[in-house]
């Protein structure tokens, strides 16, 4: 089993990724910096929390595509990858927590709204910044899960199964969803109150987060350990 | 030492059957030319063998062991084809480092060489390379890992006819220096010819000979001539093709030669010659 030699190899190029995207983050605030002096004071850089949730999504997106086909053509089976890209997962998740941690210390005199969604977490469950960290930690490694599950699903199916499930989750999203929200609106709130139960406190959270997380590490692995490897066009 | 043995199996695409219950066994520490028309099923049959596909029915086995989601098995074979694998971002050298960590018998200091003899340059990205460069590089990392099986899927596409000659040198002392399996797959026949031990054809998801090139070559004969005195001499002679200019006659015969009449000339049979025969419906 190849496991060191995939693991080092996925989470060299995952640190890689997140370190130039907290590079981009770093001039994007100091360019914020600049033109609040500039332009307007009220001006400031907000966000990156947010970004770093699109970073991980992609990721996870890019991984399902570019990881077994690498893996396998150097001998390496799509369980070693896989359970590689597990432990890589949240090794990158700290080291993304790590790199926001130090955007704050970087940023937080200049840019109060820098990590809303933190200050939101800290509020809303009334933790500590530590117990935040924790939260958005968990929140990476199910949104990278996530995206590999997405990416799964779309390189397994034919055409006509992509074209259905893009259609039918826009339909239900986009349609459905609001639909029910008006035409019923008992049904509607009595199900937003049940789905809060499950966000309602911290551990609540953590625990869903965490089953979340497997089910979509799961899922992702069924989908993985048959696929074929297609051709990237250089 | 089994080498690879392939029992029974078969590949199916929606309507298609790709492979059709193929039985068929590498033996190892030989060259061997996996040839076939379009379609035949040579690059299926790699492909399945390097793991990147999964067969229908059947099964794979690396001296017992299945070759499907192995570690052990797959970190003795590599396999190059059209497919680009690796990260499109990566350089070369950098690919090549990604290789050393999974094959250690891969050697970065003979990459470089043949790197040098066939003029790549290992600083840029595979994408920013010629097609014939992307061949190369994907041969040189082939001949590099040292790996017991190599499987090489059109392993001259896009090269140029001195890249070539490089490549068949470079290939026989890369067997000479450390004899492994080579299973070279290609549409030009005649090249490949002298670099081979066995023979194996596919026809239609089947194997349809699977023989040393030396019995390949007795298969049949060539004889040259006068038109008239060809056709005589064919007569009650099974024919595997004919070619004519002016008035001369070549014709490609099945079986031995036995006695060659006098104002004939007979000559071995080329293996495209004969694949010719064979593939045709």
């Known amino acids: 089993m190849k496991f060191k030699q995939s693991f080092l190899y996925q989470t060299k190029k995952m640190l890689y990724a997140s370190l130039i995207t907290s590079g981009v983050y770093v001039l994007l605030a100091l360019l914020m910096l600049l033109l609040s002096h500039i332009l307007d004071p009220e001006i400031q850089f907000n966000g990156v929390i947010i970004g770093y949730l699109v970073f991980m999504l992609v990721s996870g997106i890019v991984a399902f595509v570019n990881n077994p086909r690498a893996h396998v053509a150097n001998g390496i089976s799509r369980r070693t990858c896989y359970l590689a890209f597990l432990a890589m997962i949240p090794t990158v998740s700290l080291a993304v927590i790590l790199e926001m941690a130090v955007l704050r210390l970087l940023f937080m005199d200049v840019s109060t709204e820098l990590d809303w969604v933190l200050e939101f977490l800290m509020q809303s469950y009334q933790t500590g910044y530590l117990g935040a960290l924790f939260l958005l930690f968990l929140l990476l490694l199910t949104i990278n899960l996530a995206g590999f599950l997405i990416a799964g699903a779309f390189y397994r199916l034919n055409v006509i199964g992509r074209i259905l499930l893009a259609v039918v989750g826009g339909f239900v999203l986009m349609v459905l969803l609001p639909l029910f929200v008006v035409v019923c609106p008992d049904a509607a709130a009595a199900l937003g109150r049940f789905l809060a139960e499950f966000v309602a406190s911290y551990g609540s959270l953590s625990v869903m987060l965490l089953l979340i997380s497997c089910l979509c590490g799961a899922c992702g692995y069924l989908l993985v350990r048959r696929s074929p490897i297609r051709s990237v066009k250089w | ?281």
Request: aromatic share 8%.
């Open chain 2, 1 to 281: 030492m089994n080498g690879i043995e392939i029992v029974q199996l078969t590949k199916e695409y929606k309507d298609i059957r790709a492979l059709d219950g193929v039985n068929l066994t590498i033996q190892p520490g030989k060259i061997y030319g996996l040839l076939g028309r379009n379609g035949a099923g040579k690059s299926t049959l790699l492909h399945m063998i390097a793991n990147r596909i999964f067969p229908t029915s059947g099964e794979i086995r690396l001296d017992g062991e299945s070759v499907f989601e192995n570690d052990r098995v797959q970190g003795r074979i590599y396999c190059i084809s059209e497919m680009n694998c690796y990260d499109a971002d990566d350089k070369v050298y950098k690919i090549w480092n990604w290789v050393q960590n999974c094959y250690p018998g891969f050697s970065m200091e003979y990459a470089n060489q043949l790197a040098g003899k066939f003029e790549l340059n290992t600083k840029k990205k595979p994408r920013q390379l010629s097609t014939g460069y992307n061949t190369i590089f994907k041969i040189v990392t082939a001949l590099a890992t040292d790996a017991d099986y190599i499987l090489l899927d059109e392993p001259i596409l896009g090269l140029d006819a001195n890249h070539r000659e490089l490549f068949y040198k470079e290939l026989l002392a890369n067997y000479a220096e450390r004899p492994k399996t080579i299973i070279i797959s290609t549409h030009i026949i005649e090249e490949i010819a002298d670099l081979l031990e066995q023979v194996v054809i596919i026809k239609e998801g089947k194997v349809l000979l699977d023989l040393p090139i030396e019995e390949v070559r007795k298969m049949g004969y060539s004889v040259t001539g006068k038109k008239s005195e060809v056709e005589q001499y064919c007569s009650g002679r099974t024919l595997l093709g004919e070619e004519e200019l002016g008035g001369m006659k070549t014709a490609y015969i099945q079986g031995e030669p036995g006695e060659i009449p006098a104002g004939l000339e007979a000559a071995a049979l080329d293996l495209q010659k004969l694949f010719i025969r064979l593939t045709n419906s």
